[in-house]
Nanobody
Framework: QVQLVESGGGLVQAGGSLKLSCAAS????????MGWIRQAPGKEREFVAA????????RYADSVKGRFTISRDNTKNTLYLQMNSLKPDDTAVYYC????????????????WGQGTQVTVSS
């Protein structure tokens, strides 16, 4: 059984930064692609970023490109999302997820999900 536990969310002013972490256990972390997906109130889940198993490839949603950076430390079984220049539109619950594929941008391509961490950006 895979367990994914996110942390690092919180309240930040527009223009600020946050770094999310996701601790993984239960499967060989380095064998799987990982990603971050977010869901704002009243909206559908939205792909944010993905990273390949050894971290050699990444993908980003256009809305976060240049502001967010996904990374992973396979020695610590941990996934990260560095978020800079945050905007009120980034307000959402952010989920860490393990992918069925080495790299995917589709929310249905992720089969294990964490419980989510709230990110709120005030204007």
């Amino acid at each position: 059984q895979v367990q994914l536990v996110e942390s690092g969310g919180g309240l930040v002013q527009a223009g600020g930064s946050l770094k999310l972490s996701c601790a993984a256990s239960g499967r060989t972390f380095s064998s799987y692609g990982m990603g971050w997906i977010r869901q704002a109130p009243g909206k559908e889940r939205e792909f944010v970023a993905a990273i390949s198993p050894i971290g050699s490839m990444t993908r980003y949603a256009d809305s976060v490109k240049g502001r967010f950076t996904i990374s992973r430390d396979n020695t610590k079984n941990t996934l990260y999302l560095q978020m800079n220049s945050l905007k009120p539109d980034d307000t959402a619950v952010y989920y860490c997820a393990q992918s069925l594929y080495p790299l995917t941008e589709k929310s249905d391509g992720f089969n294990y999900w964490g419980q989510g961490t709230q990110v709120t950006v005030s204007s």
